[in-house]
């Protein structure tokens, strides 16, 4: 994927799916081109369909069975009650490591300018 990490990818990945699918119920392949859509150009179909199976298995997404007149029956999921209660926790964890990260990108690169409220801190230790 260019531009993008796979490991962060990794770690957000089961985020992205169950926000991708609580806007509605779709099969594997839709959810990849979706979030092909969304930026994530590079995105295998290897690494999402493993991964909705995870979700599955821990019960955060139900499937059901469609017949498709294009082939095979397509598998659309859905997410569950805990499903929806997990993708709560995430966007908030989310939420929370982005601000902070942002925090840390925000701050001068300069090593040799400090952190002022830190200086001052040990100043008053020395001191003391």
Same mark, same amino acid.
Do not use: C
């Given at each position: ?34 979030? &092909? ?85 040990? &100043? ?5």
């Amino acid at each position: 994927m260019a531009g993008h990490d796979t490991q962060v990818l990794k770690g957000i990945l089961s985020m992205l799916l169950l926000r991708v699918l609580a806007a509605h119920e779709d099969y594997g392949y839709s959810v990849v081109v979706r979030l &092909r859509e969304l930026g994530f150009e590079g995105l295998a179909e290897g690494t999402v369909y493993p991964a909705l199976t995870r979700l599955e298995g821990k019960g955060l997404l139900a499937s059901r069975l469609v017949a498709s007149a294009a082939g095979p029956a397509r598998k659309y999921y859905r997410p569950t009650e805990a499903g929806r209660a997990e993708l709560d926790r995430a966007t908030g964890a989310w939420i929370e490591l982005s601000a902070n990260v942002d925090r840390v990108m925000a701050r001068s690169t300069d090593p040799n300018q400090h952190d002022h409220d830190h200086d001052h801190d040990e &100043r008053e230790q020395v001191t003391s």
